[in-house]
């Protein structure tokens, strides 16, 4: 109806004690206007003293509401803790003006509080004013009603799917996602375990287990942990904890060290709060190898005892197996993050010994299809033989373990990269993300099939969420600088960028994206200082042609596309086309576009969002050749979203 806002409001409580003022709804404390930052765990204090004013909130009420009622806090812990709140208000606790402590008590807060109410907007848009307030925010997805159901393991996996209806379902499922809000104080990074054996070559053994005990705490859903990328970023770093924290966003740190020698294990390991350096548990284990598992699983039960996680259920249990298989697996890994043709074939040596050992041991099989992909991809095995093989041994990964997001994950990569087959790629980027919701790996891979498929405001939170949960990988600020890039958002994307090249100053790849960036603007002089010449990769090559054609230097331009043309060809035919279509050159652009569609293209799913072939979007051509892909209707709903 005319003349009314049919817009639910909200009202929320605002705290006016002193010179302070304290929003919770907002999350945020000024003075004068200006914002006051506090730790996670200082702002509950703050607010539980606020609430309780004028009365006295005592010791044992003060823990009960801000670490909670089981939690064993000593009184220095408390006393540490009153004293950085006290210094982040600029209290003088021999002369205070704002909190009063009473020895043996409690505390209680000294100004008068006054309270005031605001109305504030809808409920999305007051989540939205949340979530703006610290990058140090995570969201969590939570794919709505996506039940395994109708999610047939013979239908979506072993088949093709013959159910349109359902596909759209998964593919709605997945649009509906919601964003949750913050875990509050429940986040932690395990920092790679140290290897203290005499024996360097030990090394994968504690990475495994760095690995193996992170990943079982990012199956605890009130948990936020941080991924492996950047956790290992600190390997080998002497850098105090709260930095470290800091740079990871998160309020704790678990880290370790581990000491093999023959059938023997020692593993220490302590939980640290971050921000004051207090140890809140810590125990060592000296065990037989076969009970590596049961150690796995103790760690993780003392670290949720200890940060009081609200649990859906029970901790998750460690994979169990024969231990000469687990170490094969754990050698896997090692080998397979080094990405090299030497170090993929020791890894699928290592999974392939894994799973001669224990052939129903699930995790080297997903390891091993992941590994035989990157193998087809980096060109070092025939792409056909290469695909099938990786495809059949996640199938064996998911007949034996259905819930296991890595073998999802691969199997939505072969159909979206090779098979082109976008409903069921959609379907098994959805079901890996059900079960790995913080695994960053997989959150990247459902941001690039979201985009292709014209998902642009899923995309966006995915690759937001990829960045919280693992803010220092670069792979994953690049993806969401791209993101930005699909959806046109150009100051964003900006942003991103230069940050990349604060953490990574020699990222070539990422100057080039600032070059094409300057000459978008109309400042292709500014863009050329981006630019190194000298770089044989692709974007620097393809974005260096775009800037010189700008600037009208043709003929250096026509040299760096020919000696892509001669060096790379048809690995590189999509890129080429870019270059074409970049340059007015339609006739060019599609030829190199039925190569690229011919050998399957890495990159071709890109047509339905890549911007760089605008300028093809109207020649008669280009709606042809998205129906050959099937990529048509994502095209017109990315399009539409713009």
Not at 110 to 128: C, D, L, N
């Amino acid at each position: 109806m005319a003349g009314i806002n049919t817009e639910s409001r909200l009202i929320r409580m605002i705290y006016e004690f002193s010179d302070l003022t304290l929003d919770l709804d907002r999350h945020l404390l000024t003075r004068g206007g200006k914002p006051i930052k506090l730790t996670k765990l200082s702002f509950k204090m703050l607010q539980a003293l606020v609430q309780a004013a004028p009365a006295l909130t005592s010791h044992d009420d003060l823990i009960d509401q801000v670490w909670g009622p089981r939690r064993v806090i000593t009184p220095d812990n408390l006393s540490q803790r009153m004293k950085t709140l006290r210094q982040s208000l600029g209290d003088d606790p021999n002369q205070p003006i704002y909190i009063e402590g009473v020895r043996g008590e409690g505390y209680r807060l000294i100004p008068e509080v006054k309270i005031q109410s605001a109305q504030t907007s809808s409920r999305s848009s007051r989540r939205s004013s949340r979530q703006a307030l610290s990058s140090r925010l995570l969201v969590s997805l939570v794919v709505l009603a996506l039940a395994l159901g109708y999610l047939a393991f013979d239908k979506f996996v072993l088949g093709p799917v013959e159910d349109e209806q359902t596909a759209q379902s998964v593919s709605q499922e997945g649009h509906t996602a919601a964003l949750t809000e913050s875990h509050g104080d429940k986040s932690i990074a395990v920092l790679p375990f140290v290897n203290v054996s005499s024996d360097p070559e030990q090394e994968y053994f504690s990475d495994g287990i760095t690995e193996e005990v992170l990943n079982l705490l990012t199956r605890i859903p009130e948990l936020k942990v941080t991924s492996r990328t950047s956790v290992f970023s600190f390997k080998g770093q002497r850098i105090d904890i709260p930095t470290v924290a800091e740079k990871l966003g998160v309020e704790h740190i678990l880290e370790g060290s581990v000491r093999k020698s023959g059938n023997r294990v020692r593993i220490t390991a302590q939980l640290i709060e971050a921000d004051n350096d207090v140890h809140l548990w810590s125990e060592t284990y000296e065990r037989e190898l076969d009970d590596i598992f049961a150690i796995q699983d103790e760690i993780a039960n003392e670290v949720v005892k200890a940060l009081q996680v609200q649990l859906l259920g029970e901790v998750p249990l460690a994979t169990s197996t024969n231990i000469e298989a687990y170490n094969l697996y754990l050698r896997g890994k090692h080998f397979a993050e080094k990405r090299t043709k030497e170090s993929l074939e020791a890894s699928v040596t290592a999974f392939q010994g894994a799973i001669v050992i224990d052939a129903s041991f699930a995790p080297p099989w997903a390891g091993l299809s992941d590994v035989l992909r990157y193998q087809g991809t980096y060109g070092y095995v025939a792409m056909q033989e290469a695909m099938e093989a990786s495809r059949q041994a996640a199938k064996r990964a998911l007949e034996l373990d259905a819930e296991l997001p890595e073998a999802w994950a691969v199997l939505a990569k072969i159909q979206f990269y090779y098979d082109w087959d976008w409903a069921r790629a959609e379907v098994s980027a959805l079901t890996a993300l059900k079960y790995g919701p913080q695994n960053a790996s997989v959150l990247r891979l459902a941001t690039w099939v979201s985009l292709g498929l014209g998902e642009t405001e899923r995309a966006l939170g995915l690759a937001k969420l990829a960045v919280d949960l693992d803010p220092l990988d670069y792979s994953g600020l690049v993806n969401l600088g791209t993101t930005y890039w699909a959806l046109g958002q150009r100051e964003e994307e900006e942003k991103a960028y230069r940050y990349i090249l604060e953490l990574y100053p020699d990222a070539t790849s990422v100057k080039s994206f600032l070059a094409i960036l300057k000459a978008a603007e109309g400042k292709p002089e500014e863009g050329l200082q981006y630019i190194d010449f000298d770089s044989e990769g692709r974007w620097p090559r393809v974005f260096s042609t775009i800037v010189l054609h700008t600037l009208g230097r043709h003929e250096e331009e026509d040299q760096i596309r020919q000696n892509m043309i001669d060096n790379k060809g048809q690995l590189w035919a999509f890129h080429i086309a870019i270059t074409y279509a970049c340059h007015g050159d339609p006739d060019k652009a599609f030829e190199w576009l039925d190569i690229a569609l011919e050998q399957k293209d890495y990159f071709m799913p890109q047509l339905s969002y890549n911007r760089w072939l605008t300028a093809l979007h109207d020649d008669p051509r280009w709606v042809p050749l998205l129906e050959k892909m099937e990529l048509l209707e994502y095209w017109e709903k990315s399009q539409a979203r713009r």
